[in-house]
Structures are given as C-alpha cells and as structure tokens.
C-alpha cells in the first residue's frame, strides 16, 4: 500500500520544486510549518494559520502524551478533529524535548525513562509507544524516535547515540502500520561529525522511510557548524525523497538551506517572536517596544499583504506592546507566520523560474538595508 508521494517538479541548481501528498492534503516544497506543539499555534485560531497560507503545521508527541494523552485526543477523533486543523500535521517523536525538558531521562536500549516537567510523573517512552502515540493522533507523517545528540560531544559519544538512534528507527519503523495518505520519516544524527552524518544516512535508506529528516541541528553549535554539517550530510539524502531540516531557523537560514536542497523546515522563531514584540519584515528584524515606532503611521512591511499590515500601524501596535495587550502577540504572530509562508512562497517562485541565485542576492540585499526610520 503507498503511504504518502512526494514529486520533484523542478530544480535550480540544489533547490528543488516539489509537492508532498498526504491523506488530508498536499504540501508544496519548500515548506515552512508553524509549530503547534500542544495542538495550538500560540496566540493564533486555525484558520488564521490557514491564511497565513500554511498548508501544514506540526505537533509535538511529548507535549501531547503527557497532556491530554493521546487516547484522549484519539477519542475525540485524532488530531485534526480536536484541534480544527483539516489540513496535514506531522508529528515530531519528542527526542528534542526529553533532552531539553528532562536533566533526569535515562536512556537504555530500550528506550527513555524520564518524569514530566508537568508533574513530576514517570513515563517510559519507546519507539514502538512513539509510534503508537502518533497513530492514536491522526498523524499524516510520523517521526522515529531519535536521541537527539546534545552539543558539545564527543566523536565516541555521538557515534554511540546515533548507533542507538538507527536501533530505534528500525524498531519505529517495523511498528509503523503502512496506510495510503500517511508517512515516516527516518532521522539523521551523528552530532557534527560528517562521517556519522553519512553512516546515519545510508543506514536509514537501507530500512526505508518516506522522507528523511536532518536532526541533532540547531542545539547550540552555531551557524557555521550547523550548514558546514548540512552540507556534508544533503549529499547522502536520496534525491526522490523530501528533506527536512529540524527547528531551523531564521529567514536567512531558510534561504541557505532552500539553497542546499533542503524542502521542508519548522522552528518557533516567527510565533515566539511575536510574542516577544518582534516583528520580521523585507528589511530585518523590527523591536516593536522601541519608542521611535510610537507616531508611525506605516504597517509592519509596507509590501506585505498580511491582516496586520492591511488594519494596523506600527504606532497602534507599539502602543498595544508597551500596554501588555494580548492583541500585540496576536497581530506580530499572524504577520511573522504570513511573512515565513511569503519568504517560503517567492523562494518556490524563484526556483520555477530558474532564478534562486537572483532571489538570493536580492534577499540578502534587502535585509542588510535594514529599516528605514521615519523622519
């Protein structure tokens, strides 16, 4: 039975065109996915997310065990349902967050032991229960449960988690029930060492995934070693197969990353920025606490189109800031989201046209002009 279809429409050097078809919808690549990690993109209603021009957004296994569970969520009809999201969701297994939440997870063969940061309570975590949890959610395209690889570590150290980690995918993937619509993607770790990355690769081709994600990034090792080890890793990836880049990143990454071949991204930059009065724009970067914002008339990004650049100034918005409105975090997050899915869309636009290169240059430009302040 085919579980999910991915189709390379076009290529621009190493950035690829394509579309990823699941039960409740295609995706087309590259893509950005607002992260949902407990079954809401904070601060926004579904169908906000939805007009942002998301196709897809992703939950968080971890979050969604511990509350509500997943059999409740399952009673409510998965996912989809609970949530009011009709379009496709991925799941990620919750490696990154046991690492990040837990000082106290113990990690065998089997799998981790760990407590909640909720309650203190304790839970066993397998890649059999992972896949299990994904399942009872309705998740159009599941992820094995890894050990996401803390940074710094040692060769010996990430050779050994990654060892553990293609254990477990083989373990993931044999409990994984093949159904049309649905998918499972298989996760590359090896920490920052390129010969890891490779052994990784190959031995999750040799099991089989619909898609294979780079995992163990963005942890803390910076810029340089992350693309350095994306760059060493991209050409092990199978070419017939999306390509998605874990918890990364800024516009900027985006673009470098869309560059070297990679087709799908998540990270809580654009939502927890709007919370925290930062605005993304053509022009960098905007600190809407900053009082030279206080008498201007001008949206956000006088060239977005988002609800926020449409209805409000940045004077309005400023004010809602330094006055702890709830409307501030709502009006930065749909337009941080809008400006990822318009970053995301001119990119697909540009690779159509054969003209990244271009894009490129001009997107680098625009950002090093910075904002021009209103006199």
């Not at 470098?256 to 919370?275: I, K, Y």
Request: aromatic residues 8%; proline residues 4%; contains cysteine.
């Amino acid at each position: 039975m085919a579980n999910i279809s991915f189709k390379l429409t076009k290529r621009d050097g190493r950035a690829r065109l394509g579309q990823l078809m699941t039960a409740h919808g295609p995706i087309d690549t590259p893509a950005f996915m607002p992260v949902g990690t407990a079954a809401t993109v904070k601060a926004m209603t579904p169908e906000a997310v939805h007009n942002t021009g998301a196709q897809i957004i992703l939950a968080n296994t971890y979050h969604l065990m511990l509350r509500p569970t997943a059999e409740r969520v399952n009673r409510f009809g998965g996912l989809h349902k609970f949530m009011n999201w009709p379009g496709p969701i991925l799941t990620d297994s919750g490696g990154y967050q046991i690492m990040s939440l837990n000082k106290l997870r113990k990690i065998d063969e089997k799998g981790v032991t760990f407590r909640s940061h909720l309650d203190g309570s304790k839970h066993k975590l397998t890649p059999e229960r992972a896949i299990e949890i994904q399942h009872l959610l309705d998740a159009d395209i599941s992820m094995v449960l890894d050990e996401c690889t803390s940074f710094p570590a040692t060769k010996t150290e990430a050779e050994n988690s990654m060892r553990l980690s293609m254990r477990w995918a083989l373990r993931s993937k044999k409990a994984f029930q093949d159904r049309l619509g649905y998918g499972l993607f298989g996760i590359v770790q090896g920490g920052v060492y390129g010969e890891l990355r490779e052994e990784s690769a190959k031995a999750l081709i040799k099991i089989g995934f619909d898609g294979y994600a780079i995992g163990g990034l963005a942890v803390g090792e910076g810029q340089d070693l992350l693309f350095s080890t994306l760059e060493v890793t991209e050409p092990h990836l199978p070419d017939s197969h999306p390509r998605y880049l874990m918890g990364v990143g800024k516009p900027e990454d985006l673009v470098r990353a869309v560059g070297l071949g990679v087709d799908m991204f998540d990270c809580v930059l654009p939502t927890r920025s709007g919370r925290t009065d930062q605005a993304f724009t053509r022009r960098g970067r905007l600190n809407m606490r900053n009082a030279r914002h206080k008498d201007d008339l001008r949206p956000l990004d006088p060239e977005c189109t988002c609800y926020t650049c449409k209805n409000y100034s940045r004077g309005y918005v400023h004010h809602l800031v330094i006055s702890n409105e709830i409307l501030a975090a709502v009006l930065l997050t749909g337009h941080n989201l809008h400006y990822y899915q318009e970053l995301m869309g001119a990119m697909r636009k540009a690779i159509s046209e054969e003209a990244f290169d271009a894009f490129t240059i001009l997107f680098t430009a625009e950002q090093a002009s910075g904002d021009i302040i209103m006199t």
